[in-house]
């Protein structure tokens, strides 16, 4: 997880998922794969804070979208924490 994290911090500007409310996309190589076949991160990015939540991760051979469900569990989660942060 470190790499993946140095791999956000080093450019946070993914692209913008529709209707997730500022969570971004980072497509992840894994050896072998590249970034397209490798794995993908959904994080939230809190200005003011200096701080990113990862909020899910999968491999593009295990999932190619979010569900709606996971998109659900994502924007309650993204509340609490903009209740917590302030």
Do not use: C, W
């Not at 497509?27 to 994080?43: D, F, L, T």
């Not at 991760?57 to 979010?66: G, I, P, T, V």
């Amino acid at each position: 997880m470190a790499k993946v994290e140095a791999e956000i911090v080093a450019n946070p500007n993914h692209p913008v998922i529709r209707e997730l409310r500022g969570m971004r996309k980072a497509r992840i190589s894994r050896p072998g794969m590249g970034k397209r076949g490798g794995g993908r991160v959904i994080y939230y990015i809190s200005i003011g804070t200096d701080s990113f939540y990862m909020m899910a991760a999968h491999s593009k051979n295990e999932q190619d979208d979010l569900s709606n469900e996971q998109r659900k569990r994502i924007l309650a989660a993204l509340e609490t924490i903009k209740k917590v942060r302030g």
